[in-house]
């Protein structure tokens, strides 16, 4: 007969700023520091977990002193943790993890996993590489309470069939090191990862607006409050408004239920014919209508946004606007999404070329400007799992030789319809560009103000004259919210294009090259 674990094994004791915790067991840093302050700004102004997948910088904290995300950490046993100001210690690479392969899949998302487990069967040797703990990606995170969804269990299962397949999580991409190679890092470890052939699933990330008291611990990305609830953050008992744009904000708000908040307003800027249009057209996807209709909140208002939010160490309650009135909401969390932004920075390190919207352009095969790159996922345009799905499943025959098969490429079609009614029914109002004040500060990392970008006409004076983007997060928050405000456009990545160890980037990469290291481990998950 099986026997409930005990506490002690469902839990992990760490130590926060000398004071010790017991978190549930697979819980991040993030999720066990709650809304709690983690660092201070350049200008004091207290900060706090905002993207919860790695983007914002914000939650960097030091662990046994050396600095690290707390959105992307696991906590474990015995760990020490600080927020406090310290002198952060150098961590060697203690063991180079130099590897190559035939096909690089960069991302363990829908995408991702649905392209390794299509080229599997070619015998190529496949390298799936994620910079999450766990894999799944965004949509289908798990956490100490909330299990892998099964479709990424399916997945995984029959990945872990072939032994030519390696996963490789933890793992961020630092740079380039050659015209086939990405310098790559983990915790403890540094390398350069050689490739014949990859395929880019790199997803996107959340667009975040700028509006008063929007820097306040307890504002968080909309996506951002799902990721740090499946990572162990406890919501029980708080008060939440969801507020931006898209179907991502009532998926949200059905976390936080089920996590056991109560969530008080969904507040959708878009109007109430924009949404019915949407809802009426869903007929042709049947699952998305079903899912639609599962996910209703009964504080769901279209025509609303978020307007402020009030606080002084923390986030205390909101103003949303609707129908030309004001009024104000007490709550302990505020969620917001404005759309989704394909992340691109590798393909653009790697030469390939984007659309007008920012995607990575690709063809029917899904191979991108550049011959052997290929890509697939939410990082060519942002257009959900089932059209992830079936984009990473094409990139992963192609990419071995194989054809797109016609129901393939027509499910793909209709999917894509998908996309575009979604893209067309929740186009952001005017309005939503207009809620930053002069005080506002359009960069977090740098404390930057809208009064002081007022005489700076595009991106690169706006950094010259300041520092707006260089931050921490080099522009990803920041540089994004400038495009959709003034329709500047961020200027391309440099290398590193993630903050790295010294250690690492000290290397030279003809020692890794020929550094002997142990196999790395073969899928399990």
């Not at 056991?260 to 019915?276: C, I, K, M, N």
């Not at 319809?417 to 005017?430: K, N, S, T």
């Not at 700076?456 to 707006?468: D, I, P, S, Y």
């Amino acid at each position: 007969m099986n026997t409930p674990a005990s506490a002690t094994e469902r839990t992990v004791r760490i130590q926060i700023d000398g004071a010790p915790m017991d978190v549930p067991r697979g819980s991040t840093i993030a999720a066990a520091l709650g809304t709690g302050t983690v660092r201070r700004s350049v200008s004091g102004q207290p900060r706090a977990p905002l993207c919860g997948m790695g983007v914002c910088h914000e939650c960097r904290v030091q662990v046994g002193g050396v600095q690290q995300l707390a959105c992307m950490t696991p906590c474990a046993e015995g760990q020490v943790v600080d927020t406090r100001p310290a002198r952060l210690r150098a961590v060697p690479a203690t063991e180079a993890c130099d590897r190559s392969c035939d096909l690089l899949v960069v991302g363990a998302g829908p995408a991702g996993l649905q392209a390794a487990l299509a080229a599997a069967p070619s015998g190529m040797r496949i390298t799936l590489l994620d910079d999450n703990p766990t894999p799944g990606g965004q949509v289908w995170r798990s956490g100490p309470r909330h299990a892998m969804p099964s479709p990424a269990r399916r997945l995984l299962d029959e990945l872990a069939h072939f032994s030519n397949v390696t996963l490789v999580t933890g793992a961020k991409v630092v740079g380039l090191a050659g015209e086939r190679a990405l310098l790559i890092e983990t915790p403890t470890q540094s390398g350069v990862q050689h490739f014949s052939r990859a395929i880019l699933c790199t997803g996107a990330r959340e667009l975040l607006l700028p509006f008063p008291g929007w820097t306040l611990p307890g504002v968080t990305g909309a996506g951002g409050l799902q990721a740090l609830i499946k990572q162990g953050l406890d919501v029980r008992g708080q008060r939440i408004v969801i507020a931006g744009t898209g179907p991502l904000l009532l998926a949200a708000a059905a976390t936080a239920r089920r996590s056991g908040a109560t969530v008080l307003r969904v507040a959708e800027q878009a109007s109430w014919t924009s949404v019915a249009r949407f809802s009426t057209a869903l007929w042709r996807w049947p699952a998305k209508a079903w899912q639609a209709a599962t996910l209703l909140d009964p504080g769901f208002r279209p025509g609303s946004t978020v307007t402020a939010a009030h606080g002084r160490e923390r986030l205390q309650a909101v103003t949303l606007r609707s129908g030309g009135r004001e009024h104000r909401v007490d709550c302990e969390r505020l969620a917001c999404s404005f759309g989704l932004v394909p992340r691109t920075q590798l393909a653009q390190l790697l030469g390939c070329a984007l659309d007008a919207d920012g995607a990575i352009v690709v063809d029917a095969a899904q191979q991108t400007s550049v011959t052997g790159i290929y890509a697939a996922g939410e990082c060519t345009g942002i257009g959900g799992s089932e059209r992830a799905q079936l984009q990473g499943r094409i990139a992963g025959r192609c990419a071995t030789g194989a054809a797109v098969t016609p129901p393939l490429a027509r499910e793909l079609a209709h999917w894509s319809r998908f996309a575009a009614l979604a893209g067309e029914r929740f186009v952001l109002g005017g309005a939503v560009t207009r809620l930053a004040d002069a005080d506002t500060l359009i960069c977090r990392c740098e404390d930057v103000t809208l009064q002081e970008l007022a005489g700076c006409e595009n991106w690169v004076q706006a950094k010259l004259h300041t520092r707006c983007g260089m931050g921490s997060c080099q522009g990803r928050i920041c540089g994004q919210a400038a495009r959709t405000l003034w329709g500047w456009t961020p200027t391309a990545p440099r290398q590193p294009s993630e903050p790295a160890r010294i250690a690492t980037l000290a290397q030279e990469p003809h020692d890794l090259h020929t550094r002997h290291t142990r196999p790395a481990a073969p899928l399990s998950q």
